[in-house]
């Protein structure tokens, strides 16, 4: 979506442009281009959205002002969000926390799970979780039970609320102030592939990740890895060494997750409810003491003359392909590199600008 939208000043010009100029943006392929083409033969725009209004869900994108905030910073962002629910408790994102586990529970995890989120509920905390069954469905209904606020994430459209038990519970969510949410289109089924895909938002949403009983193969370990790579902080619930259900807890406990007992062990690490400002400064300083050190990156040739190009302000997109004699499709490639080498940021309106803090030397074989 992003190279698209560099490639096309407005997304409306992307759908349904000639394949042959579609397949000048970086990394789309032939059969994406055709799908874009082609895009109405694909989807029924004006039936999804009245079908979405119908059922009260809201399509929230990217730019609204209600989508939130903290979710826009992790790497791949959904483009939209079907919601049902509360859009408030949708921006209050900052004062969230996901907490998630296995499926299969023992009587450990059950007490566990509805000791911590009814504790966390009480104390202002939205709880996320992914509405499944096991430690999911536990700390929803311990939260909704501690009349507090929380969110689940699907991995269907909103017209398959999966696994079907848990309908009567998602209707409760939605009622009680909360939201039930997909990046997925209203009629897509459940699917093995898009769980791992919500996980990112489950984490995303969120302040921190707590695992609360996970075994080595737990979908809930791809959601705090998820959580580790997007800067949050990840809890894990320690359990018996003996017990496979606690192995990934454990794990995660090895590799620096910090040990929870109970809700203290979170608390303490956002000190400040609800606002947390402290850790919010915290992060600040952090980032400010990051971009005071100065790191060296070799670039390619074409890399380190866009590098010069872009300066010491913001520049255009626009302005850099007509700058440089280069195809656009290179030119826009090699932005996309500098990107993920944390050399440029991406700004609103098609402009980017260096990231301080950074310093450029072309490569060896460039000079």
């Given at each position: 979506?992003?190279?698209?939208?560099?490639?096309?000043?407005?997304?409306?010009?992307?759908?349904?442009?000639?394949?042959?100029?579609?397949?000048?943006?970086?990394?789309?392929?032939?059969?994406?281009?055709?799908?874009?083409?082609?895009?109405?033969?694909?989807?029924?725009?004006?039936?999804?959205?009245?079908?979405?209004?119908?059922?009260?869900?809201?399509?929230?994108?990217?730019?609204?002002?209600?989508?939130?905030?903290?979710?826009?910073?992790?790497?791949?962002?959904?483009?939209?969000?079907?919601?049902?629910?509360?859009?408030?408790?949708?921006?209050?994102s900052m004062e969230s926390l996901a907490m998630v586990g296995s499926r299969q529970v023992t009587q450990y995890g059950v007490a566990t799970a509805k000791r911590l989120a009814t504790e966390l509920a009480q104390s202002g905390w939205t709880i996320v979780s992914g509405l499944a069954r096991g430690i999911d469905t536990i700390c929803h209904t311990a939260t909704l039970d501690a009349n507090g606020k929380t969110i689940a994430v699907l991995g269907s459209g909103?017209?398959?609320?999966?696994?079907?038990?848990?309908?009567?519970?998602?209707?409760?969510?939605?009622?009680?102030?909360?939201?039930?949410?997909?990046?997925?289109?209203?009629?897509?089924?459940?699917?093995?592939?898009?769980?791992?895909?919500?996980?990112?938002?489950?984490?995303?949403?969120?302040?921190?990740?707590?695992?609360?009983?996970?075994?080595?193969?737990?979908?809930?370990?791809?959601?705090?890895?998820?959580?580790?790579?997007?800067?949050?902080?990840?809890?894990?619930?320690?359990?018996?060494?003996?017990?496979?259900?606690?192995?990934?807890?454990?794990?995660?406990?090895?590799?620096?997750?910090?040990?929870?007992?109970?809700?203290?062990?979170?608390?303490?690490?956002?000190?400040?409810?609800?606002?947390?400002?402290?850790?919010?400064?915290?992060?600040?300083?952090?980032?400010?003491?990051?971009?005071?050190?100065?790191?060296?990156?070799?670039?390619?040739?074409?890399?380190?003359?866009?590098?010069?190009?872009?300066?010491?302000?913001?520049?255009?997109?626009?302005?850099?392909?007509?700058?440089?004699?280069?195809?656009?499709?290179?030119?826009?490639?090699?932005?996309?590199?500098?990107?993920?080498?944390?050399?440029?940021?991406?700004?609103?309106?098609?402009?980017?600008?260096?990231?301080?803090?950074?310093?450029?030397?072309?490569?060896?074989?460039?000079?």
């Open positions: 979506m992003r190279l698209l939208l560099q490639c096309f000043p407005e997304p409306q010009e992307a759908l349904g442009a000639p394949v042959e100029r579609l397949l000048r943006v970086p990394r789309l392929g032939e059969a994406c281009a055709r799908v874009l083409h082609d895009w109405e033969h694909h989807c029924d725009l004006a039936n999804e959205e009245r079908r979405a209004q119908q059922a009260g869900v809201s399509i929230v994108a990217y730019e609204d002002l209600s989508y939130p905030a903290q979710l826009k910073e992790i790497h791949d962002p959904p483009i939209c969000l079907y919601v049902r629910g509360d859009l408030l408790t949708l921006q209050r909103l017209a398959y609320i999966y696994p079907p038990e848990n309908l009567e519970l998602a209707r409760r969510i939605v009622a009680s102030g909360g939201v039930i949410l997909s990046e997925f289109s209203l009629g897509t089924r459940p699917d093995r592939h898009n769980f791992p895909m919500r996980n990112r938002i489950i984490s995303g949403l969120s302040r921190g990740t707590v695992v609360i009983e996970a075994g080595l193969q737990s979908g809930s370990l791809i959601t705090a890895a998820q959580a580790l790579e997007q800067g949050r902080a990840v809890f894990a619930v320690p359990g018996r060494i003996d017990s496979p259900y606690s192995r990934g807890c454990n794990a995660l406990i090895k590799d620096g997750a910090r040990l929870v007992e109970n809700a203290d062990d979170i608390r303490e690490e956002f000190s400040v409810l609800p606002s947390l400002r402290d850790t919010v400064l915290r992060r600040e300083q952090s980032q400010r003491e990051a971009e005071a050190q100065i790191l060296e990156v070799q670039l390619g040739t074409l890399e380190y003359k866009i590098w010069q190009a872009i300066g010491d302000e913001e520049r255009d997109v626009d302005a850099l392909v007509e700058l440089i004699d280069a195809p656009i499709s290179s030119i826009l490639g090699a932005l996309l590199t500098l990107e993920i080498q944390q050399m440029i940021r991406q700004l609103p309106g098609k402009r980017v600008r260096r990231v301080p803090g950074r310093r450029a030397v072309p490569s060896l074989s460039s000079r």
